[in-house]
């Protein structure tokens, strides 16, 4: 069986609510974690400056920041409302989460560079699949575009093997003896 909702969106198998509202609550929730993204990529960026970490990271940050209005823009496209109390929560985890221990109270410890970039590992991963389910989407759905969603893809793909490199870097780093 497939629905296609309101707004024409094919999704199989969803009898109950309608494709479109579900796409909806999707979105959002990828949304919430560019929103995190956005600042834990920024924040990593500017504390790492003039390292290596810094260098490689300044411009990732930027494409993530790029990526999430990319993807505010498909959710209007698509007439998705943004949910504000998911971007909200998003931002406040992202904040939460600089209050973990990281072995240092005065100043940057190695291991939060580490925690850090596992955590945008996970984000960019969680972002390349919110990616390719577009673009099974955008197989059925003409207001969806394929190439765009395809230079997203490899883009989340490039930035994953490159914050890779940077985790292996930054843990051998992390735990060599000093």
């Not at 974690?33 to 970490?53: D, K, P």
């Not at 209007?76 to 406040?92: D, S």
């Amino acid at each position: 069986m497939n629905d296609q909702g309101r707004s024409g969106t094919w999704l199989p198998g969803f009898a109950g609510q309608s494709g479109h509202n579900l796409l909806g609550i999707y979105l959002n929730d990828p949304l919430a974690g560019a929103t995190a993204g956005t600042e834990r990529s920024r924040r990593l960026a500017t504390a790492c400056q003039g390292s290596w970490i810094g260098d490689a990271m300044a411009p990732i940050a930027t494409e993530i920041a790029e990526d999430r209005r990319t993807l505010i823009a498909l959710m209007r496209r698509l007439g998705i409302p943004v949910r504000r109390y998911k971007v909200y929560a998003g931002r406040l985890g992202e904040r939460a989460g600089r209050l973990k221990s990281n072995g240092s109270l005065v100043r940057r410890s190695p291991l939060s560079s580490l925690l850090e970039l596992e955590l945008l590992q996970a984000g960019v991963q969680g972002k390349a699949s919110a990616w390719e389910s577009l673009r099974r989407l955008a197989e059925h759905d003409a207001r969806l575009d394929r190439e765009q969603l395809d230079h997203l893809l490899e883009r989340a793909h490039r930035q994953l093997r490159t914050i890779e490199e940077l985790r292996r870097r930054q843990t051998e780093e992390t735990f060599r003896d000093r």
